[in-house]
């Protein structure tokens, strides 16, 4: 019912910058939280960044300072604005979001990924 589309992902020096992007559509009435994951080469899944409808922002401490998160609502997108980026950083990026879906499926709340997006940061 809902799809989630994530680009910007690439390769880049450390120090450098990207800005990941995603775009959800669907059977879409409201979007709560958005957020971003990612799963570095060989460990388990962890939460970078989350931001609700009204803005309020959390992130992982290895993040805090470096990265940004925010979402256009009228678009249905949310972007993370990476900086100062670290080898440590090298991981598959994965786009989240909590949606209520419209009527015809009952006004239901699901969460939905994106394909994921590969970041690489060469030292």
């Known amino acids: 019912q809902v799809e989630l589309v994530e680009s910007g992902g690439g390769l880049v020096q450390a120090g450098g910058s990207l800005n990941l992007s995603c775009t959800a559509s669907g059977s879409i009435l409201r979007i709560n939280e958005m957020g971003w994951h990612r799963r570095a080469p060989g460990k388990q899944r962890d939460l970078v960044a989350t931001i609700t409808s009204g803005g309020s922002t959390t992130y992982t401490d290895s993040v805090k300072g470096r990265f940004a998160i925010s979402r256009d609502n009228a678009k249905n997108a949310v972007y993370l604005q990476m900086n100062s980026l670290k080898p440590e950083d090298t991981a598959i990026y994965y786009c989240?979001?909590?949606?209520?879906?419209?009527?015809?499926?009952?006004?239901?709340?699901?969460?939905?990924w994106g394909q994921g997006t590969q970041v690489a940061v060469s030292s």
């Open positions: 989240t979001a909590d949606v209520t879906l419209t009527r015809t499926y009952g006004t239901r709340r699901y969460d939905y």
